[in-house]
């Protein structure tokens, strides 16, 4: 399940969010709506039981380590989530959106890659990656946090 910039907004057929979970080989639980950007119920989440929750940071916590664990946690503590096996595993991860722009989609694939199936990518570090690419084409400059917590 993508959570997107509202809680329960997700991305659905239209969407580059449904591409792009597609293109790290993922399934969409909202993936057959035809809204690109529907507001789906919480029994509508519970029901689908996702394996993986993604939450995009709001721009209030980009870059922001501390905003990054609240907004998780606010997802964690939601109590219609709490049977969902995202949460009682653990698997709730919140991004900061710029890794999925320009240069840095390919980052952003492996980070998705690498939650969706972590087995298949267990030699990749798409973190230290990452900071290899800000290092060579971005002058060094990085924010506190891209993804949290690391997949």
């Known amino acids: 399940y993508i959570e997107w910039w509202a809680p329960w907004q997700s991305f659905a057929i239209g969407s580059a969010g449904n591409k792009i979970i597609y293109d790290a080989g993922g399934i969409n639980i909202a993936g057959e709506i035809n809204n690109p950007a529907p507001i789906l119920s919480p029994e509508f989440v519970v029901d689908k039981n996702p394996d993986i929750i993604l939450r995009m940071a709001p721009i209030n916590a980009i870059g922001n380590l ?76 990085s924010r506190e946090v891209y993804f949290y917590p690391s997949p």
């Open 66 to 141: 501390t905003a990054f664990k609240a907004v998780r946690n606010e997802i964690l503590n939601r109590p219609e989530l709490r049977e969902v096996k995202a949460v009682k595993n653990g698997k709730v991860y919140v991004y900061d959106p710029v890794i999925l722009e320009g240069l840095r989609y390919p980052i952003g694939l492996l980070y998705w890659a690498k939650c969706f199936n972590p087995n298949l990518f267990a030699d990749i570090d798409p973190e230290a990656l990452h900071v290899q690419l800000i290092q060579k084409y971005f002058g060094g400059e």
